[in-house]
């Protein structure tokens, strides 16, 4: 029987940054990652196989800087835990005893029950399963007619990808807006503007009732208020969103699930066993600001809770927590970059915020008329009672995923409008907005010339 | 006679910003620019003059936020100011009498004394005077070699825009790094890297004698060590730093200067007169973090305290104050952005402090396969004691502009090592690195196994 000091389940993100940061705070330990796959596909590139990228090959997370910091990779699938003896059996290879073990089993994408056709054939998912996105790429290459259900990242990504190829995409999504839970529909209006001007057609307002057809899809039928259409559909895709995968947990007793289905942790990343923590997708989440459960899934939240997990394995750190998920999303359309941070204006109202919101529009470059200025967009949203930054979202050219991580900062620090106001930046003509004009300041005024009225 | 509630000197960055921030915070008052030029170079796109840009004109502060905003623009130049009598005499028309008076006088070039030769012609300078830069365009034009004296962000940026002209240029440094004073050898060696390939002569460790010619420059005399050398050029620029303008502050008997030069104000950008403030290049700046008095001269900071300015005008405010410059660098060259914030290495270790320093390099995509990745590269530097970040340095592709802000507001909000390697951030394949493998926090981690040590 082998034995391991720390067991990391999963190979993932989250898998491969809590085994890095196990082994980087506790050299002495022997850490060993069991995972399924014998390649991992790093999951934020999975939507650019079907489109940028040649093939899966190059979506690869790379072995090298766990082989290099001395991680045992096996691969393997473990089919049950126990608790009581600390030990995993797998099914290729007898079982391996743990001291501490860390669950980043990910998370799985959700084929809703009620979906009628979903067991059709060229009907796909988004998972992160290179075999199956390899199959899924082959044969999507002779389909005409692709329909993506639901425009959050996964979806409005996949569209982008597949409508560079040539295919004719249509993007259906129930609320009102694409992206609806990072974005507001003002600024998601301009995403859903680029995706039209791209040729994709965009069925916001538009619900999924019935994927129809014999063996294979052949269309689908789609609903709008009152009324249905059919469409015709070589293939379908869903991204309905992901449930976490926390089946291997349930061996465990002592650890218990929220409503949502995710693994409960607390700030620490333990679960309630003492010698267990949950990292990634399966790993409860509670909102930074509302304090609710929160059901975001992104590698970057993943990472950040594996450095956390990694680092209190063996000695807690009241200063190495995670206390509350901001949930920091950017992507990029056709070389026009969107971030969101922290609480949608909507959200925000919704939740019960009395806030103040500003938004300012200029150009990513200074003067504009140097090097392809980009037209840049920033939103925040601010407390009116107190002033601090509850969240922003930002349109712009490829400097806006470093912009958005700045409003992450300001909200991490629980920065108000004032420290906004004196805010140091720096400015380039090539690399920034101008200083007289840097779009976080000016959005920030917008704010204050309310906040102060009372 | 003419009265204003607020007068503004200056029409640069800082002048216009301190003008539209009075404007917005006390919309009551009447607020009146002075300054000399019709038109108002953008200053940090001054060096595009020379290449990216076709002509001064692509180069102009726009006026249409200050006539929107309802400030009075007076094209004129004041020729002596009495404290007393809270008066402005213009040279053309008469007096204005103020309520307030905000000097944004800026910084002209310096010219050593020692430097024979300087009154040559074709010898220039570097003004924001876009007549002077306008002629200086027209008569570049025709000459093939050119010497650039002093390696700074002016001197890397006027020689890499002059050599896409077609010019032999050269660039003499008197220290061992471009850039000196804003980044370590290691980083500012990879600019120089970016300048060699680019076909710039690169002269560091060289000082400059003497500039030789009858009436028109025709060589200069460079040193290296002990050796002597007598260089070919048709045009010499002398980038050497520059001075703060307070020829006109000396009329008011109750301003002090320090010993650099810079009028002397306070957290609130208060001179030692309670009705006059001082912004920009003309006002003293300390360290954040050494309190020492600093010569940095930035638009973004000039900006920074013209809103402070302009928003203690009336009312003080302790959460509205500059409690130390940081000075936030950033350029781009041939489209690799450099930045740096804080202390560098070298300075930090010279104040004295006790630090650790942590670097990492990877590439500014994910997979780094995808669209044109860019090598980048981050430098941090944390005090031993403490873990606090006392600067940094970057390298990348068009986000390092956003990525050394990111930096410049970890430095703002005194965030220690602990913070970084928990840090929330958001990731994307086409806009940054990967979350496992994000620049700032592997640096903070090389930083960390130090720190943990003792």
């Given at each position: 029987?082998?034995?391991?000091?720390v067991?990391v389940i999963g190979g993932s993100a989250a898998g491969l940054a809590s085994a890095l940061a196990s082994k980087s705070h506790?050299?002495?330990?022997?850490v060993?990652l069991?995972r399924?796959?014998?390649?991992v596909a790093i999951p934020c590139g999975i939507?650019?196989?079907?489109?940028?990228?040649?093939?899966?090959?190059?979506d690869i997370l790379p072995d090298g800087g766990l082989?290099k910091s001395?991680v045992?990779?096996?691969?393997?699938?473990?089919?049950?835990?126990?608790?009581?003896?600390?030990?995993?059996?797998?099914?290729?290879?007898?079982?391996?005893?743990?001291?501490?073990?860390i669950l980043a089993t990910g998370s799985?994408?959700?084929?809703?029950?009620?979906?009628?056709?979903?067991?059709?054939?060229?009907?796909?998912?988004?998972?992160k399963?290179?075999?199956?996105?390899?199959?899924?790429?082959?044969?999507?290459?002779?389909?005409?007619?692709?329909?993506?259900?639901?425009?959050?990242f996964?979806?409005?990504?996949?569209?982008?990808?597949?409508?560079?190829?040539?295919?004719?995409?249509?993007?259906?999504?129930?609320?009102?807006?694409?992206?609806?839970?990072?974005?507001?529909?003002?600024?998601?209006?301009?995403?859903?503007?680029?995706?039209?001007?791209?040729?994709?057609?965009?069925?916001?307002?538009?619900?999924?009732?019935?994927?129809?057809?014999?063996?294979?899809?052949?269309?689908?039928?789609?609903?709008?208020?009152?009324?249905?259409?059919?469409?015709?559909?070589?293939?379908?895709?869903?991204?309905?969103?992901y449930?976490p995968n926390?089946?291997?947990?349930?061996?465990?007793?002592?650890?218990?699930?929220?409503?949502?289905?995710f693994i409960?942790v607390?700030e620490y990343m333990r679960?309630?066993?003492?010698?267990?923590f949950a990292v990634g997708d399966c790993a409860e989440k509670r909102?930074f600001?509302?304090?609710?459960?929160s059901k975001a899934m992104l590698a970057s939240i993943a990472c950040a809770e594996a450095r956390v997990a990694g680092m209190n394995l063996?000695?807690?750190?009241?200063?190495k927590t995670i206390s509350g998920t901001i949930a920091i999303f950017s992507t990029?359309?056709?070389?026009?970059?969107?971030g969101?941070a922290?609480?949608?204006?909507?959200?925000?109202?919704?939740?019960?915020?009395?806030?103040?919101?500003?938004?300012?529009?200029?150009?990513?470059?200074?003067?504009?008329?140097?090097?392809?200025?980009?037209?840049?967009?920033?939103?925040?949203?601010?407390?009116?009672?107190?002033?601090?930054?509850?969240?922003?979202?930002?349109?712009?050219?490829?400097?806006?995923g470093e912009?958005i991580n700045?409003?992450g900062l300001?909200i991490q620090?629980?920065?108000?409008?004032?420290?906004?106001?004196?805010?140091?930046?720096?400015?380039?003509?090539?690399?920034?907005?101008?200083?007289?004009?840097?779009?976080?300041?000016?959005?920030?005024?917008?704010?204050?010339?309310?906040?102060?009225?009372?």
């Open positions: 029987m082998k034995s391991t000091d067991l506790y050299p002495e330990k022997s060993t069991v399924l796959e014998t390649k939507p650019y196989i079907f489109g940028t990228l040649e093939n899966t090959d190059q082989i001395g045992e990779i096996v691969i393997d699938e473990v089919i049950s835990l126990s608790g009581e003896t600390k030990t995993a059996t797998l099914k290729g290879a007898g079982e391996i005893v743990y001291d501490k073990l799985r994408p959700v084929v809703p029950g009620w979906l009628k056709g979903a067991e059709l054939e060229n009907v796909y998912t988004v998972p399963d290179l075999v199956y996105l390899d199959a899924m790429k082959k044969k999507l290459e002779s389909k005409k007619n692709i329909v993506v259900i639901g425009a959050g996964i979806g409005i990504e996949m569209s982008d990808e597949l409508k560079k190829t040539g295919k004719n995409v249509s993007l259906v999504e129930l609320q009102s807006n694409v992206l609806p839970l990072a974005f507001d529909p003002d600024v998601a209006s301009e995403a859903e503007t680029i995706l039209k001007e791209r040729g994709i057609n965009v069925l916001t307002d538009h619900g999924v009732k019935e994927i129809l057809g014999k063996e294979q899809v052949e269309s689908i039928k789609i609903t709008h208020g009152d009324k249905e259409e059919i469409m015709e559909a070589d293939a379908v895709i869903l991204s309905m969103g449930a926390v089946d291997l947990a349930r061996d465990l007793e002592d650890i218990t699930f929220n409503r949502d289905g409960k607390d679960t309630d066993h003492a010698d267990v909102d600001f509302t304090r609710k459960r063996y000695k807690l750190s009241t200063l990029a359309l056709n070389g026009t970059g969107f969101a922290g609480l949608t204006e909507t959200l925000a109202r919704k939740e019960g915020f009395d806030i103040i919101v500003g938004k300012f529009e200029g150009v990513d470059r200074h003067p504009g008329m140097l090097n392809k200025p980009h037209k840049q967009i920033v939103k925040l949203i601010a407390g009116r009672e107190n002033g601090i930054i509850l969240g922003g979202e930002v349109m712009g050219g490829s400097s806006a912009l700045i409003i300001i620090n629980k920065m108000n409008i004032n420290s906004l106001l004196t805010l140091q930046i720096g400015t380039h003509p090539m690399l920034t907005a101008s200083p007289a004009a840097y779009p976080l300041t000016k959005a920030a005024e917008v704010i204050a010339k309310e906040f102060w009225k009372h």
